[in-house]
């Protein structure tokens, strides 16, 4: 595992604990990881321009999904999307998406099961978007 997904785990790690204390992540902040992310693969060539484009797409989807569905889907989250498809590519960001998306139904599931959250309760979905990081870069090692 690179010095920069651990960078990543760790700068979403933050933004996961921001988000389960305040319900809300500071948007600079998230700009500040999307910079950093862009800058990286323009210094590094990691991935192409094409692809972090690409990769930001997902959150596009995403936004369009709360246009049109009235989804509740935070900002911050899908910020974090963009943030993290630009650095990691479509791909990456796509297998992250469908871990988190598991694991939030999963535990959201447990939670209603337990009645320690209702049907109406938001749950803070970075920390999932974080678990899904972590799944990803143990499926792309």
């Known amino acids: 595992?690179?010095?920069?997904?651990?960078?990543?785990?760790?700068?979403?790690?933050?933004?996961?604990?921001?988000?389960?204390?305040?319900?809300?992540?500071?948007?600079?902040?998230?700009?500040?990881?999307?910079?950093?992310?862009?800058?990286?693969?323009?210094?590094?060539?990691?991935?192409?321009?094409?692809?972090?484009?690409?990769?930001?797409?997902?959150?596009?989807?995403?936004?369009?999904?709360?246009?049109?569905?009235?989804?509740?889907?935070?900002?911050?989250?899908i910020l974090l999307i963009a943030a993290l498809g630009a650095g990691l590519g479509a791909e990456s960001v796509c297998i992250i998406l469908f871990a988190a998306s598991c694991l939030c139904a999963a535990v959201s599931g447990v939670l209603l099961g337990l009645k320690k959250i209702k049907k109406e309760s938001t749950v803070a979905f970075i920390p999932f978007i974080g678990a899904g990081l972590a799944v990803s870069s143990f499926v792309q090692m």
């Open 1 to 77: 595992m690179s010095i920069y997904i651990i960078t990543l785990l760790c700068a979403v790690g933050v933004l996961a604990f921001i988000d389960i204390r305040r319900k809300s992540v500071s948007v600079i902040g998230l700009i500040a990881l999307f910079s950093f992310c862009v800058i990286y693969n323009l210094i590094t060539g990691q991935i192409s321009g094409i692809s972090m484009l690409l990769g930001t797409l997902p959150a596009g989807a995403m936004l369009l999904m709360v246009k049109i569905m009235g989804l509740r889907i935070g900002a911050g989250d």
